[in-house]
């Protein structure tokens, strides 16, 4: 099976940083685009940042110019910098990728299970 894990979250001062990774394990032939996402308490998941397998990126219009994504796909693994952390971007933060298991067969989405990120003085 496909597993991603999610690291690096945690508490971080009004204006910090923070740098999450998402590394994708287990039976993994190919992976296309990967993003990440974003659910605060009592709200809808959204879309923070994607990448896709030529390294173009896409952001959330209130992440620009502070979040950055990125890939290593030696690795299988997607980054995001995220700096000048604000108080209302606490939330769980997931990871998630299209991925071929084996080459020739289907393309799945597959979620990590999040990493907390707590922005708060």
């Known amino acids: 099976q496909v597993q991603l894990v999610e690291s690096g979250g945690g508490l971080v001062q009004p204006g910090g940083s923070l740098r999450l990774s998402c590394a994708a394990s287990?039976?993994?032939?190919?992976?296309?685009?990967m993003g990440w996402y974003r659910q605060a308490p009592g709200k809808q998941r959204m879309l923070v940042a994607t990448i896709n397998s030529g390294g173009s990126t896409n952001y959330a219009d209130s992440v620009k110019c502070r979040f950055t994504i990125s890939r290593d796909n030696a690795k299988n693994t997607v980054y995001l910098q995220m700096n000048s952390l604000k108080p209302y971007e606490t939330a769980d933060y997931y990871c998630d990728a299209d991925i071929a298991p084996i080459l020739g067969t289907g393309i799945y989405i597959y979620w990590g299970q999040g990493t907390e990120v707590t922005v708060a003085s």
């Open positions: 287990g039976r993994v032939s190919r992976i296309y685009a």
